[in-house]
């Protein structure tokens, strides 16, 4: 992967930042990626066009780890495949599998996922969108915002309620194609790390029983199911943009010359130095855990939380700091430092914001020593 990245992402900072300019670019890289095969890696199933028969959480990571290091928005595109399958890949039915899996491995189709609304998104399970039995098809109608690779996406795994139990335990998930009718791209919305990202809009938009993954009121379970091999990797992710910083720092500060020495010879910057590169060792272990634990079949949702949390809140700190230890130099445009600052922010946000990530542990935690607390009868 190292290699086929070096040679393959080199030209990979975007200039141009309109809608058009960044649709190309991902729709390049799904080629480019697909073509290489790493896709396989995003979906399971060897028969479905995967590598192996369930997704190797710690391949997804070192690949994200390799390509966020050389490029953000390549680490998206092969991100938002595995992400946008995953559902599909997990519950999907033999036909659905075999529908859409093996184009999004060959990176003929692209996938996205299609939770977050106007009024939930931490808050996941206060979702409004419904979808309505009407006859022998369901009636899809709301809004769903934040949605990567809206626009640009040729299937959609969307998550809406199928019943009036509140909560999480209402909710089932679809896989609708994107020229469904009464789907539309209500927004398209600009971000400091552009990516395409769109408000959707669903308007008693049909689709046939054949295509909800899993049975009704199954969707919390499929969604969570889902960020709970891909959360690892947003940490792998965020490790790669940390390890980036820590080599352009290094650069940096070995060869820009102040009061007569180099700046890494200054005991202040080594200090810097040496904290980076400790946190970044750590938040590996606690990435490389989570990965490990989850590919021998544990439960891994403190886990996963843990590295998140850790992985995306050090590299934003170690990002910083390069920044720092560049002077000026670091605040330009499209400095590979300035970048990785701009790259690195949003993963502090979504697939579960930090605090969320915070309470998922500590309810984690309390409830384990619950249960150990427990008389055993
Ligand atoms: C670049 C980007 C790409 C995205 N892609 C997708 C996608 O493909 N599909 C999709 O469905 N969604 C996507 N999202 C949405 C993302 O999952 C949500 O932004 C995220 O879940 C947070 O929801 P919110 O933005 O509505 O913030 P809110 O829910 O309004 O939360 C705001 C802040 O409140 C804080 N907070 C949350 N809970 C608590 C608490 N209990 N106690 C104290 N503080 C708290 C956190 O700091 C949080 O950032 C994307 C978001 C971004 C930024």
Same mark, same amino acid.
């Given at each position: 992967? /190292? ?33 290489? @095969? ?9 028969? #479905? ?14 690949? *994200? ?90 299937? #959609?795994?969307?998550?809406?309620? +199928? ?30 790390? $552009? ?16 295509? =909800?993954? @899993? ?15 891909? *959360? ?16 352009? !720092?290094? =650069? *940096? ?8 020495? !180099? ?46 949390? +850790?992985?995306?809140? +050090? ?20 400095? $590979?430092?300035?970048?990785? #600052?701009? /790259?690195?922010? $949003?993963?502090?946000? #979504? ?27």
């Amino acid at each position: 992967m /190292e290699q086929w990245a070096a040679t393959n992402l080199h030209d990979a900072t975007l200039k141009d930042h309109s809608v058009q300019a960044v649709d190309d670019a991902c729709r390049q890289l799904v080629r480019r990626l697909g073509e290489a @095969g790493w896709f396989k890696y995003a979906v399971g199933g060897k028969s #479905y066009g995967g590598s192996a028969d369930a997704i190797d959480t710690r391949a997804v990571c070192l690949i *994200r780890e390799t390509l966020a290091w050389h490029s953000g928005l390549a680490d998206f595109v092969f991100a938002m495949q595995g992400l946008g399958s995953g559902a599909i890949s997990l519950f999907g039915s033999h036909e659905q599998k075999a529908k859409y899996l093996p184009r999004v491995a060959e990176g003929a189709a692209i996938a996205a996922f299609a939770i977050s609304e106007p009024e939930a998104g931490s808050d996941v399970a206060a979702l409004q969108c419904r979808a309505v039995k009407k006859g022998d098809e369901y009636g899809i109608t709301g809004v769903k915002t934040w949605i990567s690779n809206g626009g640009i996406a040729d299937f #959609y795994v969307v998550f809406a309620r +199928t019943s009036d139990v509140p909560g999480a335990k209402g909710i089932s998930a679809f896989v609708v194609n994107a020229n469904a009718a009464g789907l539309t791209i209500a927004e398209r919305i600009d971000v400091m790390a $552009p990516h395409p990202l769109a408000r959707l809009e669903f308007k008693d938009c049909r689709v046939p029983p054949c295509q =909800r993954l @899993g049975e009704e009121g199954q969707g919390f379970k499929v969604a969570m199911a889902t960020l709970d091999i891909f *959360r690892s990797s947003v940490a792998a992710a965020a490790l790669g943009f940390a390890r980036r910083a820590m080599e352009e !720092a290094l =650069r *940096r500060s070995s060869s820009r010359k102040m009061f007569g020495h !180099a700046l890494a010879d200054f005991q202040l910057t080594q200090a810097k130095l040496a904290k980076m590169a400790t946190d970044i060792d750590c938040a590996a272990l606690l990435t490389y855990r989570a990965a490990w634990l989850k590919d021998q079949g544990c439960p891994v949702t403190v886990e996963a939380a843990m590295a998140k949390m +850790t992985a995306t809140e +050090t590299a934003q700190q170690v990002i910083d700091a390069a920044i720092q230890i560049f002077g000026a130099l670091g605040v330009v445009t499209d400095e $590979p430092v300035e970048k990785l #600052y701009r /790259e690195i922010r $949003p993963l502090r946000i #979504y697939e579960g914001a930090t605090e969320v990530q915070q309470l998922i542990i500590a309810r984690g935690i309390i409830k384990a020593f619950q249960e150990s607390e427990r008389p055993h009868g």
